[in-house]
Structures are given as C-alpha cells and as structure tokens.
C-alpha cells in the first residue's frame, strides 16, 4: 500500500482506538472520576501569553465539569464548595510542587436573613401571601429593573451567588505556607459569573461577553522566595467557556462514520468540531514569569488536580446548604498535566491510580506504560495488513523524553530532572502570535538525526518551527491530538518512511481530521471563547 493509501487507514484506526477521546481531552477519563463531574479535569493549558504587550506573563487554564450541555438547567454548573481545586507548579525539576495555587468555592442562596431560603416572591390573595422560593438560578423578570443581567445588578437578581477565595502556597501543598491572593478592588473574594442561561436573561451572546469580563479580576499576590516581588499583580477568572478541545465525536463511535476523502484531510480538518457547541468550566489565571519560575532555571512544571474530603455523610433531612457532611483528610480524584497520557497511555486498571498520585511517584508506578506503550501495537494488529508497524526500539525513551523529563534544548529542567508527567514550558522561549502560531506546535522543530536509527533532534531554523508550542507548554490552539498520534507512532525516533528500522510508520502525518489552530481562539486573557447560550442566538 502507498504511504498516500495508509493514511486514512491508520487515521481511522487511531481515531477507532482513542475510546476516552470521545469524552475529549480529559474527560471521563478514568471509572471513578465519572461518577463525579465536578471535579473532572478536562483540559490544562499553561503558555507564555501571546496577548499583544502581555509575554512577560504565563497563562494557566485548568478546565472542568465536561461536556456542559449549555441548557443544562436549571441548576446549571456551580463548582463544588466541597472541594479543593488546585494549580501546581513545580519550578526546580523535582517533580514536586514549589508552588500552588488553590481555589475554593462557596455558592449561597440569595438573602439576606442567612436563612438559605433564596429570592422569594409573594404568592396568593393580598392579606394572607406566602414568601415562596422561586425553582430558578436567576430572578431577573422581563420589565423588571434587573433585565438583562449585568454584573452591576446581578447582586440583587441572581438566586445562586457564586464566590471564590484564592490561596497560594509555597512548598508542600498541604505543610507549606499559604496566603491570601488578594482582590485588588478589596478583600479575598472573586465572584464567578452565573453560566450563559440564555439570551433572554442577559441580552445577547455580546452582552454575555461584557458581562463575563467584568469578572476577570486584578489580582495581587504576595512575595516570594523568589523575583516576585510584593503585591504582584495577576489576573483571576473563573466562569463558563466554550468547549476548545476537537473530536470527531459520533463518527469515532459509529465505526469512524466517515468518507475516505474525509479521513485523508491530513492539514488541520474540515469536518468542524462536534463537541463545539457543549461548555466547560475554566479557572483561569495570568502570573508574572518572575513569579513562576525559580532564579536558575527558566523552565516550569505544572499540573492541576481536584481533591475531595474523604468521607462523606449524606444528611437524610437534607437542606441546601447541608445536604451531606464532608469530613476527614483531603483525597485527590483527578489529575492532568499533559494531554492524553491518562486516555491513551495508562492502563485501565490504573486510571484511577493515576488521578490519585503525583509526578514525583511516576516513574514506580506508570513506567511500563510510556517505555512499553500499547496503542502502537493494537494498532499494528489491526491494521498490519495495511503495513502498519509500530516503532521496534524499546524502551521508549522517546516517549519518556515527551511526557516525563522535557526535550533537551525546548523544555527540559537544567542538571537531571526527576521522571514525572506535567507540562513543561520553556519560559524564556519568545511568544508566537495569533494568526502565526503552528497547530503542530513544535513538532517541526525537529528533524532526523546522524543515523536512521537515531532520536530526531531539535533545529529551531526548521521552515515552520513554533518552539512555543506544545510539547513546550500547552496553547488553545495546539492540535495535541494529532502530534501525540504521530509521537506515539515514533516521530522523534524515525527519519522517514520506509527508511527507519525502528520506527517505519514515524513520518506519516497522522491526525483526527477536526481543525484546532490558533485563530479559532480569542487573543486576550482568558483565551477561551464565549460559552454557548442556553438558549437563543446571537
């Protein structure tokens, strides 16, 4: 078979094989972490910023709740003020946080007796009304005076109030010293928008982007061991945003439903994004590098995790603001650092093991599924016929190199970092703007070694370098699905097709055939698009 013929059999293969895929890039992916969506960690991102003026800064994006059906009331999507939600940063290569930023949320009914009783009307004959609790997150009425709902009226209008508190900790996330982010308009509360219910409650999907960034708040945060000096100022969103990872969602599921004209769109796809018109839930936030990053060393890691209380006791008489009583030490459920290392590299039998450890715990516990990976060989088994053959070398260390220690000269923490799978940004590597950047990250950073044989190695004058790019980091637009296919496949061991040893296959320009690029993502803090209306268009 051509190598022009192979690659809409071995595209179909590996979109059939991704099974966790369907739920995109995090989501769902481990038995337990389904049972409880609110601390499903579905994407994590962390760049450089690229909004014109901002590259002194890091964005980190940590994602939550998938798959948001945006008429999902009418409780909608409220974080769990139950849980701990974190971002940790580890800014000296021990695969340990140095850093970490925690978030907690409260969301109380709207009154003022304490009572927990929410927005009330007058219901029945005058002289003898009741004060009745209305079923609705929102009380702003058609002709009332909190129609539509804007962030100066929504203290009176919205039944749901729903706040947050930001600490930062240095050292051990749970013994190390923790303070207070500050809200540089005052205080240490944030407020989180309510979800886009609809255009009728807040105008149109324009007056819900005004109204979501009235809730990116200046921040500052306290000094440090290191260049962060005091009173730093940061940025802080929480609120919905539009799903922006891409899958050929019902397609993969329905025996890769697709025509082979469809499947050979090898160049960043045209099939749209299926999974475009669900939401997410994004804490955001935007940090000075000099608050990041340790004074010998440019590069960072990071990771987010969700963690609950360890027991639980369901009040059989429940009340909102008591419907179970949580106790005990905190317990991590959910875990992501870089992109579909949990979906597609870790065994079933460990994905929950995964959500519940640390990097630092990697290398004893995960070993075998990154230097003796599976999906290569399921793909060779099935599609051998086809001559598709998996990469021969083993232990993977190209693999290793990717997802556990970072690449020489892109992303790799100076001395000999300890093996643990995060993200890794380079944070001296300069920005690259909207419009410019590499949907293929930078994968074309790389080319051929001395021999066929030898690990491909870094050329940042390659035609088409974007060092800023994912494995260095994570950006919206970097189309992780296809350069995780194509390193799986063997692209940094293989130097062209048919004419390596050890990895035939390395060169051929795997992908899921829906586009992700940079354009399709706004330009300024926090990234992510508009969430998708409840109801009503544009």
Not at 379 to 404: H, I, M, Q, S
């Amino acid at each position: 078979m051509r190598a022009r013929q192979l690659i809409p059999a071995l595209a179909a293969c590996a979109a059939m094989l991704l099974p966790q895929l369907a739920q995109a890039s995090s989501h769902r992916e481990a038995p337990f972490i389904s049972r409880m969506p609110k601390v499903d960690n579905t994407d994590f991102y962390m760049f450089r910023s690229y909004e014109p003026g901002r590259d002194g800064f890091v964005t980190i994006i940590a994602n939550f709740q998938p798959l948001q059906d945006a008429y999902g009331g009418p409780n909608y999507f409220t974080m769990d003020p139950d849980a701990l939600y974190e971002i940790h940063i580890d800014n000296t290569g021990d695969a340990k946080e140095d850093l970490t930023f925690q978030f907690r949320f409260q969301n109380p009914l709207n009154d003022t007796s304490g009572g927990q009783t929410g927005i009330t009307l007058d219901i029945g004959p005058a002289g003898s009304q009741k004060k009745v609790s209305i079923p609705f997150v929102n009380a702003n009425l058609p002709g009332a005076p909190g129609n539509p709902l804007t962030a100066a009226n929504e203290g009176s209008f919205r039944n749901v109030k729903e706040a947050y508190t930001v600490k930062v900790v240095r050292g051990d996330r749970r013994t190390g010293q923790a303070a207070d982010v500050a809200n540089s308009a005052g205080g240490n509360s944030f407020v989180k928008p309510l979800d886009f219910v609809g255009t009728k409650s807040f105008g149109s999907v324009g007056a819900y982007d005004t109204y979501s960034k009235a809730h990116i708040f200046p921040a500052k945060i306290p000094a440090g061991a290191n260049a962060c000096t005091a009173g730093a100022d940061i940025k802080v969103f929480v609120g919905q945003r539009q799903e922006g990872f891409a899958v050929l969602l019902g397609n993969i599921f329905d025996l890769v439903n697709a025509s082979a004209a469809q499947l050979t769109d090898a160049n960043g796809g045209s099939l749209g994004n299926p999974i475009g018109n669900k939401n997410v839930t994004t804490i955001a936030l935007e940090v000075p590098i000099a608050c990041l990053k340790s004074a010998g060393d440019d590069v960072i890691g990071g990771w987010s995790s969700a963690s609950v209380r360890q027991a639980r006791a369901i009040n059989p008489d429940a009340t909102y603001g008591k419907p179970s009583r949580e106790g005990g030490a905190w317990a991590q459920v959910s875990r992501l650092g870089s992109p579909l290392v949990n979906e597609v590299v870790i065994g079933i039998k460990d994905k929950d093991k995964f959500n519940s450890s640390v990097p630092a715990d990697d290398l004893k516990n995960f070993a075998d599924y990154i230097t003796n990976p599976t999906l290569p060989a399921v793909l060779e088994g099935l599609f051998g016929a086809a001559n598709v053959k998996a990469p021969t070398v083993f232990p993977r260390t190209d693999l290793v190199t990717a997802f556990a220690t970072g690449v020489t000269g892109v992303n790799k923490f100076k001395g000999t970092p300890v093996v643990g799978e995060m993200l890794r940004l380079n944070t001296a590597l300069p920005t690259t703007a909207r419009g410019s950047q590499q949907r293929l990250g930078a994968a074309l950073c790389f080319k051929a070694g001395a021999t066929p044989n030898d690990p491909k190695v870094l050329d940042t004058a390659n035609p088409g370098c974007d060092p800023a790019g994912f494995p260095n980091g994570r950006r919206p637009g970097d189309d992780t699905v296809d350069i995780a296919l194509r390193v799986a496949m063997g692209y940094l061991l293989g130097s062209g097709i048919g004419t390596s040893t050890t990895a035939p296959n390395a060169d051929l320009p795997l992908g899921d055939f829906v586009p992700q690029q940079d354009t399709q993502f706004l330009n300024e803090f926090p990234y992510l698009n508009v969430p998708n209306p409840g109801a009503g268009g544009s």
